[in-house]
């Protein structure tokens, strides 16, 4: 039997794109929600993302995070930006693989 109340981490949780699915999973039921402020877990730095996973377990990632800075900062420094962004999604994406996390949704 599928588990109707999974334990679910949303990067970006705050955030515009990331609140409104917290909210909503809150709605449906979901007690089991994991949200990290860029404070508590810097997800640029590879450790630091699989010692979360190893901690917390998520059965269910929905990335909703990112790294932005609205036009200014995406013309003065277009390419940390880029390579911030790369380095939250490719330590997701490892982590959730390594860690048996079937379900990431991007």
């Avoid at 949780?13 to 929600?33: A, D, T």
Wanted: aromatic residues 10%; glycine residues 6%.
């Amino acid at each position: 039997m599928e588990n109707q109340n999974p334990k679910i981490f949303i990067p970006g949780h705050k955030r515009m794109v990331g609140l409104p699915i917290w909210r909503l999973l809150e709605e449906k039921g979901n007690s089991k929600l994991i949200g990290r402020s860029s404070r508590e877990l810097d997800l640029r730095k590879q450790c630091a993302v699989t010692r979360f996973f190893e901690q917390e377990k998520p059965e269910i990632v929905i990335d909703s995070a990112a790294k932005v800075g609205a036009i200014w900062a995406n013309q003065e420094y277009p390419y940390t930006l880029l390579m911030e962004n790369l380095q939250i999604q490719n330590n997701l994406i490892e982590a959730s693989h390594h860690f048996g996390c079937e379900n990431l949704y991007f």
